[in-house]
């Protein structure tokens, strides 16, 4: 048996230097045996020359950040244009990468400082990123965690995986954990199983999600035993990352088929990329390519400050020119929301477009997405709740046995009727230093 698309087909017997089958191709092991690592074999495979300085750029960058791409992934890309590839400037080095900005850095987040345990990653009050993996199948040239690969691929063992539920139960404002990496799918069905299985023992865990680029770089590991495993676990939702229409294709089309399915909500994380998906109507179309293959469009991430990412970088001016080309103009359901991750660690900022434009006492001026400017009237009697967050006492029934109790925070704070807090003032303030003083 041979496989039906001839440039795969080439691509595969190059790779292999033999005769390969479509079932080799379209095993996920087989893909990541032969996955391409140097910049001779992209040559070869993609029949281009870099010139003899260009290579050496290359290699050098690969020093600091090494290539892998998937026979698959690499088998999208368009020769003929490699240099505006949208697959190719995802998953093959460019020397800018070695341009370190003045505004960059290694780990923007702090995702490491928020970390209680090793692999652990506690910003918000009730969910937690848990790496379970530091390999993915393809490195991309965009990766927020850039500083750690390269690192010795490897995948924690159960001791320190023990460790990170460990943490979790013994935690339970956490209810819902993502598991992230690397890219979990690249651990096996079974150990996936068993991590999944101890999460589930944890009451108050109450969601799991995955966050994988497998049906995007490598839709072959979405197998249905895959599948069967992770629907014993539900609720189990799965966040993709596609970034260009382009990436939609056949074979990534039945993995989101076979994960619908199987009951699996899905969602995609797009990043804003220059050169790659930073025009409103290639936005547009990737996002209906999504929800056509039943993925919630989630996420639309202003690039991080991650070193190595400045000429990935836009400013966020085209971000909300894309969301003013979306926003309105399609389904609701179609429109990511579009987030900068807070250096420092703050977490996700959403920006929007400004549509609320005056208001007095009783009347909101707003425009909408073509531009028409109109008026919402407000009620001249509403009569506002005193909370107390004496809430057995209240007139609207929240069931005190089905809500979770936490302390209002920030901005929430401020709002809320039984705090006394009102306002926030930052560290190293000096006006209230010479109050604390006086
Ligand atoms: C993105 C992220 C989450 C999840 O955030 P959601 O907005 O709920 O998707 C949780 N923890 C960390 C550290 C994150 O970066």
């Not at 089958?21 to 910049?39: G, T």
Request: hydrophobic share 35%; glycine share 6%; aromatic share 8%.
């Amino acid at each position: 048996m041979t496989i039906y698309c001839t440039n795969q087909q080439q691509l595969a017997e190059k790779i292999a230097d033999q005769n390969v089958s479509l079932s080799n191709w379209k095993n996920w092991r087989w893909q990541l045996q032969h996955s391409i690592q140097k910049i001779e074999t992209l040559e070869r495979l993609l029949d281009i020359r870099f010139a003899a300085d260009e290579r050496e750029q290359l290699k050098a960058t690969l020093e600091k950040f090494p290539l892998s791409i998937t026979p698959y992934y690499l088998s999208l890309v368009d020769r003929d244009d490699y240099h505006n590839d949208p697959v190719f400037r995802q998953a093959c080095p460019s020397p800018a990468e070695l341009e370190v900005d003045r505004c960059d850095m290694a780990d923007p987040l702090s995702e490491d400082q928020d970390s209680p345990v090793a692999g652990v990653t506690h910003r918000y009050p009730d969910r937690v990123l848990f790496q379970v993996s530091n390999v993915c199948s393809m490195y991309c040239r965009h990766c927020t965690r850039k500083r750690k690969v390269g690192d010795i691929d490897s995948i924690p063992g159960r001791d320190a995986i023990r460790a990170g539920l460990d943490y979790i139960r013994s935690n339970p404002a956490v209810r819902d954990v993502l598991l992230s990496g690397g890219d979990p799918l690249m651990l096996s069905d079974a150990y996936l199983d068993w991590i999944l299985g101890e999460l589930r023992q944890i009451e108050h865990v109450q969601i799991i999600r995955i966050g994988s680029r497998m049906p995007v770089v490598l839709p072959y590991r979405i197998t249905d035993e895959l599948v069967t495993m992770l629907k014993r676990h539900n609720p189990v939702w799965l966040n993709t990352h596609f970034n260009h229409p382009r990436e939609i294709t056949a074979s990534s089309r039945e993995a989101l088929r076979k994960l619908a399915d199987g009951g699996i909500p899905l969602g995609n994380q797009t990043v804003l990329l220059a050169g790659i998906n930073d025009c409103p109507r290639i936005m547009k179309s990737l996002v209906h390519r999504l929800v056509e293959n039943r993925v919630r469009p989630y996420y639309l991430y202003q690039c991080d400050l991650s070193e190595g990412l400045s000429h990935f970088r836009t400013p966020v001016g085209k971000g909300i020119e894309i969301m003013e080309s979306l926003i309105g103009h399609t389904s609701g359901f179609s429109v990511p929301t579009y987030v900068i991750d807070a250096p420092g660690g703050g977490g996700k900022i959403p920006l929007n477009p400004n549509y609320l434009i005056s208001l007095s006492t009783n009347k909101v001026v707003l425009r909408n997405y073509e531009g028409v400017i109109t008026t919402y009237r407000e009620p001249d009697s509403y009569e506002p709740n005193f909370c107390d967050r004496k809430c057995d006492q209240c007139n609207l029934q929240l069931k005190l046995e089905s809500a979770e109790e936490q302390d209002a925070v920030g901005i929430e704070r401020l709002l809320a009727d039984s705090y006394t807090t009102i306002s926030l003032t930052p560290e190293g303030n000096d006006r209230m230093e010479r109050r604390d003083n006086g």
